[in-house]
């Protein structure tokens, strides 16, 4: 069994995909937490703790996260808080 990653998913179910946003190195998903409600007035996101960081334990797979949410592909722009993501694509289709 796949282990999940902590998420705080915040705003309202819609058509749209949902947003996953990755906090900093070093950091959890609180980072997001002044700037959400705002971010979140007409979409899902999903406040997600990276592997190892807040409550997600190590070897939690963000793919999982993803699928449960419902989302049908993912982009993630790179950045330093990213870094341990890099080896995936940056657009794929998740499992059903």
Known sequence: ??????????????????????????LDHTMWHPCAPFLAADRRLLLADLPGHGRSPAGAELAALLDDAGAATSARP??????????????????R
């Open 1 to 26: 069994m796949t282990a999940r990653p902590f998420a705080e998913v915040i705003g309202p179910g819609s058509e749209q995909e949902p947003v996953l946003l990755l906090h900093s190195l070093g």
């Open 78 to 95: 790179g950045s330093f808080g990213s870094r341990p993501d890099h080896g995936r694509a940056r657009f794929w289709p998740v499992p």
